[in-house]
């Protein structure tokens, strides 16, 4: 069942600024989305798998007719990561009339602060990753397509305490909103289970050298890392982690499945397990997976199905609107979102309960070289 906000309360905690009135509408044949995630910068390794997600709905789509007859257009813009520039491309989101909806961004931190923007001008936000639980609280027009940290982190206590047995863990995390509020979560679950998070300590998003850290790991003997940050960073602890002589289990969070912190970590990505909620070799998304590869000559990741997913929803209550004989506001696209049917796609069924949903998730292990389901 959907629960629903009222839309004035949803939206009373922005302070006293004036809304825009829902007068935009979808122009002639056409729907319009905005798409921005890190293309370039720190994350562009996961932004590129969303941009690419992106065009091959968009050229799927319209190939096959549209949305019930109108041509998608999606205009792609990259925030390198940075929240000021997700503010600015929400900006021009909302300037420009055609614009319906809005796919992004890649970090919490970008898209909660782009959120502000869209939750103003009452147009619809869908996240492909955003999983901070403080995003969908912004106003009622944001959703997102992963579960909150808070129930993701019940599965990374469940990991490190039962599954490896560790009782003495440290928690390296990404110095972040999303990176914070994992290790917190994180943390409680963990001592919920009768462990012990001995060493919880921040990774700035330009640190290159973890070796004080590492000592400091060895100093407080832990028997267990869990790693809740992003794929560039993680891939240069393991390799000094493992320099060090430290050969305790390590597990990590969704960002770690990701080739490049498999090309990045080398042989010191061995054995590390990580969460995701897809899998290419998973028959039940075959058609996700080869239309994929057929365009792009390779695997899509879990980032890619996320961002794939978000504007297939959004696609979708554009859909159910245009069906209907209704016109495509924002206002209207936010509610034929939030009342669509669960929607069984690459990333698993999605039905939102204000804006979130609640998917299972997998455990891979990486072994020689590549990740494999972990049993």
């Known amino acids: 069942m959907i629960q629903r906000r009222s839309l004035m309360g949803g939206l009373a905690g ?13 122009q002639g044949n056409t729907v319009k989305f905005g798409f921005f995630g890190p293309f370039t910068g720190n994350f562009a390794a996961n932004g590129q798998r969303f941009r690419e997600a992106g065009e091959l709905f968009l050229e799927q789509t319209n190939a096959a007719g549209g949305l019930a007859g109108r041509r998608l257009v999606v205009d792609f813009q990259d925030d390198r990561g940075d929240p000021l520039q997700s503010t600015n491309i929400a900006q021009r989101f909302v ?88 290790a917190q979560a994180t943390k409680a ?36 890392i869990f790693i809740a940050s992003h794929y560039a960073p993680s891939a240069i602890f393991m390799q000094q982690l493992r320099q060090a002589g430290i050969t305790v289990p390590v597990g990590g969070a969704d960002p770690l499945y990701n ?43 879990q980032w890619a199905a996320f961002a794939y997913d978000a504007i297939a929803i959004a696609a979708e209550g554009a859909k159910a609107l245009i069906t209907a004989g209704r016109p495509v506001t924002r206002e209207a696209l936010r ?18 309960v204000n804006g979130s949903p609640r998917k299972p998730m997998t455990l891979l292990v990486i072994r020689n070289g590549r990740y494999e389901l972990y049993s």
Not at 143 to 165: H, K
Not at 194 to 218: C, H, N, P, W
Not at 335 to 352: K, M, Q, R
């Open 335 to 352: 509610d034929a979102i939030d009342a669509l049917p669960p929607y069984d796609g690459a990333s698993g069924v999605t039905e939102f």
């Open 14 to 26: 922005l302070g006293a600024v004036a809304l825009m009135p829902d007068r935009v509408v979808a």
């Open 95 to 182: 300037a420009d009339a055609e614009v319906v909806a809005a796919i992004g961004s890649f970090t919490s931190t970008s898209s909660m602060a782009a959120g502000q923007i869209f939750a103003q001008a009452r147009m619809p936000q869908v996240s492909p990753t955003s999983s901070h639980p403080d995003y969908t609280k912004i106003s009622p027009y944001q959703f997102r397509m992963p579960n909150t940290q808070d129930i993701v982190a019940e599965l990374n206590a469940e990991l490190m305490v039962n599954r490896l047995g560790t009782k003495r863990i440290a928690l390296p995390y990404f110095q972040d909103d999303w990176g914070i509020f994992v």
């Open 259 to 301: 080739p490049e912190f498999l090309r990045l970590a080398g042989a010191a990505a061995e054995g590390v397990i990580c969460t995701t909620y897809f899998f290419p070799s998973d028959p039940s998304k075959a058609a996700f997976t080869e239309g994929y590869k057929a365009k792009y000559g390779r695997e899509p990741d």
């Open 189 to 224: 679950e963990i001592e919920k289970r009768g462990g012990e998070v001995i060493l919880s300590e921040a990774m700035t998003q330009q640190a290159r050298d973890f070796r004080a850290m590492i000592t400091k790991i060895r100093a407080a003997r832990a028997d267990g």
